[in-house]
């Protein structure tokens, strides 16, 4: 089997969509040797928003330690080895093969799903490689995840959010309590949750699994000392270390939250103070991108993947702080069809911003016209185009040079502008 025949096999498992349950995975792990027993300490990530920048910087921290450390995330954005890491090193497409080879028979027959088949490679290539430490983020929710049947040592879960609700529950104290069974007995719990029913949910789980709860609002103190796009610089004040002037290549005080997470479980984990600046700081180097990410000037171009309200408001509110420094402002839109367009868009609309919406690549793409429309029905000035690199590229031509671009909306927007050589 070659890499682009496991793609081929891979891909059209989507066709099975979302299927919770954990009886799957175990059957393709179990053919593998149980690999889920041999990945090291394992730090179990899920939430709504902020799961990729915890796993990134953790990622990036331990690294700096020099423990071997796996990192295993979605969706990718241009290759399918994004998603499984070993030191910042994507996995080789022949050990994708491989597994895929091995694993072909069983995906058929038990009809897996396209994010189980993965995650019983990723575990396999991790546990064969013999990794100190391993990072792994949920796919959608927690209980019934493919990821959760790993024995974790710290759990994150950096906030709650209606994402999912047709499979987690209409309520935030609902889809925490979906998210808060990933809590492991024994383990350390770290959340900046702060909604009173959605952190209810994470005490209860947290308490009958005789887990320690560390919570951002009373755990730790953090303050953003200077910002500009592309860096920020804060101080981190825990119950045994201050971490004075980190500098971080991240855009955006939102991250601050997630940074206060990261540095919490890595102190737990006994890494030094010195790994955990070293970490931060190298943040870039990790494979992480396109969370606000500054990929070009004059004009200002910002790449984000931000797909749900709550994401895209504090995208907008993290560029309402800059706004004052550009002219004219333009967002190329495109959201897949599951998601609350009109709700981002009203919060979009908080920049005095221009419009052009396009059609991501993806079967569940909102149409182009389609979402043109729904941004002028909310008083937007709005044009469009086929795609994101003939809009971006239209804007480079068009735009001054003392103007701002904001690409966002979908990972799969944000893969297609960086596969174009952006």
Known sequence: MTYQDALDFLYPLHRFGIKPGLDRVLKLLDLLGAPHKRLGQVVHIAGTNGKGTVAASLASIFQASGRKTAL?????????????????????????????????????????????ATTAIAFAWFADEGVDLSIIETGMGGRLDATNVVDSDYVVIPSIGFDHTEWLGGTLALIAAEKAAIIKKGCRVFTAVSDPEALHSLQEGAVLCDAALFCVEKDVACSITSQEPGMMELEIRTASWLYPALKVPLTGSFHATNLSLAVMVAEAAGISPEHIRKGLNRLSESGYRARLELIGNSPAIFLDVSHNPDGMRETVNTLCLFRHHYNRAYVVLGLASDKDARAMIRELLRLNILFVAVTIPSERSVPAELLCSLCKDEGAEATLFSNGREALASLRATAGVDDLILVTGSFYLAGDIIAGGI
């Open 72 to 116: 295993y995330t979605s969706p990718h954005l241009v290759d399918f080895t994004e998603r499984i890491r070993i030191n910042g090193v994507q996995i080789p497409r022949e050990r994708v093969a491989h597994y895929c080879a091995l694993l072909q028979r069983a995906v058929l027959d038990n009809h897996s799903t396209f994010f189980e």
